[in-house]
């Protein structure tokens, strides 16, 4: 292709015979030139264009495909974190249903403990309420037989000698002793811990 310095200095050789006229040539090639450096011109400046434009396409087609690597990377490491997550939600749930567990069953052996407990305080408690009882109803037994032992009555083993009231005094008070001594055995044998525990029942 020509360019405009090329075609400004083209000459053409008179020629003797039948040639064309010079004025009307150069008239004619005039305006051409100008169109012509014109359209070198738009044309230089469309392909600087086309450069920056091809320069930009690829610019945009390298942003394209690291923007599709970062997007690529980025829902790996999304799914990645998910992952984590559900394994981690999965692991503190098994967690607290171990713990869970774990304070049933402690629950379950505390309460176990406590019923074992009581029942045994319930056992003891029976058992000093039956040696109550029974040293109870031995006072009462006494108290019957002075009662009866002090009536004034002359019985036939004492019929025909003399009443003494002093042996009947003694005697009354030997029986007081043995009574205010099985009152103190029976009193004695409740100690501070067994009254904690039947109050407890």
Same mark, same amino acid.
């Given at each position: 292709?020509? *360019?405009?310095?090329?075609?400004? $200095?083209?000459?053409?050789?008179?020629?003797?015979?039948?040639?064309?006229? &010079?004025?009307?040539?150069? /008239?004619?090639?005039?305006?051409?030139?100008?169109?012509?450096?014109? %359209?070198?011109?738009?044309?230089?400046?469309?392909?600087?264009?086309?450069?920056?434009?091809?320069?930009?396409?690829?610019?945009?087609?390298?942003?394209?495909?690291?923007?599709?690597?970062?997007?690529?990377?980025?829902?790996? *490491?999304?799914?990645?974190?998910? !992952?984590?997550? /559900?394994?981690?939600?999965?692991?503190?749930?098994?967690?607290?249903?171990?713990?869970?567990?774990?304070?049933?069953?402690?629950?379950?052996?505390?309460?176990?403990?406590?019923?074992?407990?009581?029942? #045994?305080?319930? !056992?003891?408690?029976?058992?000093?309420?039956?040696? %109550?009882? %029974?040293?109870? +109803?031995?006072? %009462? #037994? &006494?108290?019957?037989?002075?009662?009866?032992?002090? !009536?004034?009555?002359?019985?036939?083993?004492?019929?025909?000698?003399?009443?003494?009231?002093?042996? $009947?005094?003694?005697?009354?008070?030997?029986?007081?002793?043995?009574?205010?001594?099985?009152?103190?055995?029976?009193?004695?044998?409740?100690?501070?811990?067994?009254?904690?525990?039947? +109050?407890?029942?």
């Amino acid at each position: 292709m020509f *360019t405009p310095q090329q075609i400004e $200095e083209v000459s053409f050789k008179k020629a003797t015979f039948g040639g064309y006229d &010079m004025q009307a040539v150069d /008239e004619f090639l005039e305006p051409l030139t100008q169109d012509y450096i014109t %359209l070198y011109k738009e044309n230089a400046l469309l392909k600087s264009k086309m450069r920056v434009l091809v320069g930009k396409l690829e610019e945009y087609r390298e942003n394209e495909t690291a923007m599709k690597d970062a997007m690529v990377n980025a829902q790996k *490491t999304c799914d990645m974190m998910v !992952r984590e997550a /559900e394994s981690k939600c999965a692991q503190m749930l098994s967690d607290a249903n171990r713990a869970a567990a774990e304070n049933a069953r402690n629950a379950t052996n505390l309460i176990a403990e406590e019923k074992a407990r009581v029942d #045994e305080a319930r !056992r003891l408690a029976a058992s000093k309420i039956s040696e %109550l009882q %029974l040293q109870m +109803s031995n006072c %009462l #037994e &006494m108290l019957e037989r002075i009662k009866e032992e002090n !009536r004034p009555t002359i019985s036939r083993h004492t019929r025909g000698r003399l009443f003494d009231p002093n042996a $009947e005094k003694a005697k009354t008070g030997a029986l007081a002793d043995e009574i205010c001594h099985n009152l103190d055995a029976m009193m004695g044998s409740i100690d501070d811990s067994d009254m904690k525990i039947v +109050s407890r029942k």
